[in-house]
């Protein structure tokens, strides 16, 4: 396996240290009349906090199974086997994608959810970002995740667009060379590090046990929720490039043996720190 194979689920993966006529999407069928929608109660409507419900549990389920992930790519790299750099991005989409029709089906189970209805009341809130910017965040967080798992710019893209509408201005931005990329993974990495310390501070200090598997899975779904922005954020105002661009960086360059090396040391050292830290594993 070839140094950039890691680096793709390595980035995937870095948080670990994804109309209707009226406001609300029913759950019952899209096809009711608005005669029909009024006479609904509130129960029997998807609302905005069921959104952010719905993505925030499927994010982080799918960040649990990215770490699965990552382990087997780890064990394999050890044992010197080989796979192609597409073939491997390939059975992780593949993989990706079989585990999310598995979780979101058990999703949208638990909270009674039809698909169809659910993605037309998302699309609603989606389009009144104004109105309903927590959904805008939830949502976005979710595609970058699937973004960096599958190479697609999704991230901004409304049903119906070719592409997202943000892509062809991050495409126009020049990829960085060697030393800086090594730099802005070591400014990226560092403020993955420095976010998960202050939630763990946060936690210490309300008198939290982390190490309580709910109390985990609630700390690793904080950090989850502002991981991306953190990391984005450095990296836009100590180096001034986007997210998509060290990632399209690290793509180029990771294949050569100081990238891939820094990539891995930085790694390694975001695990210690983080065990440092007292920070349980996602299971």
């Known amino acids: ?6 680096s793709v689920l390595l980035m995937a993966s870095a948080a670990l240290l994804v109309g209707a006529a009226t406001m609300f999407g029913s759950k019952r069928s899209s096809t009711e009349t608005t005669t029909d929608l009024v006479e609904l109660d509130e129960s029997e409507c998807i609302t905005p ?3 952010c419900q719905i993505f925030d549990n499927l994010f982080l389920e799918m960040q649990q199974v990215l770490a699965q992930l990552s382990q087997q790519v780890q064990q394999i790299q050890m044992s010197g086997q080989t796979i192609p750099e597409a073939q491997l991005r390939q059975l992780i989409k593949a993989e990706f994608q079989r585990a999310l029709v598995t979780k979101q089906t058990a999703v949208f189970e638990e909270y009674d959810v039809d698909e169809e209805c659910l993605e037309e009341a998302t699309w609603e809130f989606m389009n009144q970002s104004d109105v309903y910017p ?8 979710f ?5 960096n798992v599958s190479g697609e710019s999704i991230v901004g893209k409304r049903p119906g667009q070719a592409e997202a509408a943000d892509g062809a201005a991050e495409g126009a931005q020049e990829l960085l060379e060697e030393d800086k990329l090594i730099e802005a993974a070591e400014i990226y990495f560092g403020s993955l590090t420095k976010c998960m310390s202050k939630i763990v501070h946060g936690f210490n200090e309300q008198g939290k046990n982390i190490h309580d598997p709910s109390v985990a899975q609630e700390l690793h779904m904080k950090f989850a929720s502002v991981a ?4 984005e954020e450095a990296l836009k105002e100590e180096c001034g490039i986007t997210l998509k661009t060290f990632q399209s960086s ?5 294949q050569k043996p100081n990238v891939a090396r820094a990539l891995t040391m930085l ?3 975001q695990q210690q720190d983080l065990m440092a ?6 299971g």
């Not at 396996?1 to 890691?6: A, E, F, K, L, T």
């Not at 927590?134 to 967080?141: A, G, L, S």
């Not at 595609?143 to 973004?147: A, H, N, S, T």
Request: hydrophobic share 30%; no cysteine.
């Open 143 to 147: 595609q970058k995740l699937y973004e």
């Open 277 to 282: 830290m007292g920070v349980p594993a996602m």
């Open 1 to 6: 396996m070839s140094p950039s194979s890691s």
């Open 134 to 141: 927590k959904v805008k965040r939830t949502v976005e967080r």
């Open 250 to 254: 690290i793509e180029k360059h990771a």
């Open 267 to 269: 790694q390694m050292k």
């Open 228 to 231: 991306n922005d953190a990391g």
């Open 49 to 51: 906090e069921d959104v």
